[in-house]
């Protein structure tokens, strides 16, 4: 397979696990046993590009469940994040679940940003104009697109590259080439429109391995080295090692600038959020929308 039908590949399985990820959001269902069954449903068939994310009214992204997680799923407005690779090519995909049923405007804003942003999207485009587009829909139906969240470029074993895909009209010049991959992804707020960073991340990423003493935490970080780069849940290594342990190289990681923790983002005037998204191929006269069942 060449790149874009890796891409391709990826961003079918994504698709179809966001649509079997979103069929598990109920009422009365565990959020902890949905995120494993996402990600057990993608291992089968790829793999995880990214922690799933299920981030819930006021958190517009990063809430990712810690080990011993009880949250149940009753009313909440759920954003559900997936990203799949295949050999490091990743199809990124979002979907808004409105379990209270009270805000089917908000979740219809940011699903006809993205369908409007994508209707522009070619070679030559500036994403300023996308940008433009986004935010003159998502006002249009009342709400605040968030300012300081973008879409963003795909590449190799890496989630966010160049270049950024505002989703207001920041006049950004930037264009769009020919053979882009990138990730667009409106969210519209009922508050502030842009998000700050809460406390407890659990999603991490490595930033550059450096020695350790200590044996466990040298154990930990071969295993982070083994994710290439990519995001990883600190649930995932407490399936492996102890949690307290798990805790402790964190810490000390984090301290050394080892890694980078992902804290979850929150609306500043706790807004609830509604996110869509999708991958594309830029192709000279529009688009192809990878992540599509």
Same mark, same amino acid.
């Given at each position: ?5 890796k891409?391709?590949?990826?961003g079918?399985?994504? $698709? ?6 979103k ?6 269902s565990?959020l902890?046993d ?12 790829a ?5 799933i994310?299920i981030s819930m009214?006021n958190? $517009?992204?990063?809430?990712?469940p810690d080990?011993d997680d009880?949250i149940?799923?009753e009313? +909440?407005?759920c ?6 690779h295949v050999?490091g090519?990743?199809?990124? /995909?979002?979907?808004?679940?409105d379990?209270?049923?009270?805000h089917?405007? !908000?979740v219809?804003?940011s ?8 209707k522009?999207?070619k070679?030559g ?11 003159d ?5 009342g709400f $605040?697109?968030?300012r300081n969240?973008?879409?963003?470029g795909l590449?190799e074993?890496?989630v966010?590259?160049?270049?950024n895909i505002? /989703?207001t ?6 264009t ?7 990730a667009i992804e ?6 502030a429109g842009?998000v700050i960073e809460?406390?407890n991340p659990?999603?991490? +990423? !490595? ?8 044996r466990?935490?040298?154990k930990i970080?071969q +295993?982070?080295?083994?994710?290439n780069?990519?995001p990883f849940?600190?649930r995932? !290594?407490?399936?492996d090692?102890?949690?307290f342990?798990? /805790? ?5 990681m984090l301290?050394?600038?080892i890694?980078?923790?992902f804290p979850p983002?929150?609306?500043k005037?706790k807004g609830?959020?509604? +996110?869509?998204e999708?991958?594309?191929v830029?192709?000279k006269n ?8």
């Amino acid at each position: 397979m060449d790149k874009i039908q890796k891409y391709e590949k990826a961003g079918k399985i994504a $698709a179809e696990a966001l649509a079997y990820g979103k069929k598990l959001i109920k009422q009365k269902s565990y959020l902890l046993d949905v995120t494993k069954k996402i990600e057990d449903y993608i291992n089968k068939k790829a793999e995880i590009a990214f922690p799933i994310q299920i981030s819930m009214d006021n958190v $517009a992204a990063h809430f990712y469940p810690d080990h011993d997680d009880e949250i149940i799923f009753e009313d +909440q407005v759920c954003k559900l994040d997936v990203g799949v690779h295949v050999d490091g090519f990743v199809g990124d /995909n979002a979907v808004t679940v409105d379990l209270s049923g009270k805000h089917t405007k !908000l979740v219809k804003a940011s699903r006809e940003a993205l369908d409007n942003a994508i209707k522009v999207v070619k070679a030559g485009v500036q994403v300023g104009e996308i940008g433009k587009v986004i935010q003159d829909t998502i006002t249009g139906y009342g709400f $605040a697109p968030i300012r300081n969240l973008s879409g963003h470029g795909l590449d190799e074993y890496n989630v966010h590259t160049p270049p950024n895909i505002p /989703n207001t009209a920041t006049g950004d010049t930037t264009t769009l080439e020919e053979g882009d991959v990138v990730a667009i992804e409106p969210f519209a707020s009922t508050g502030a429109g842009i998000v700050i960073e809460t406390s407890n991340p659990t999603l991490f +990423q !490595l930033v550059e391995p450096k020695p350790v003493r200590d044996r466990t935490t040298r154990k930990i970080l071969q +295993q982070i080295i083994n994710y290439n780069n990519l995001p990883f849940a600190k649930r995932w !290594l407490v399936n492996d090692f102890p949690l307290f342990k798990v /805790n402790f190289a964190l810490k000390r990681m984090l301290d050394k600038d080892i890694i980078s923790s992902f804290p979850p983002l929150a609306d500043k005037a706790k807004g609830i959020v509604s +996110q869509a998204e999708y991958t594309v191929v830029v192709e000279k006269n529009g688009c192809r929308i990878l992540t599509k069942v």
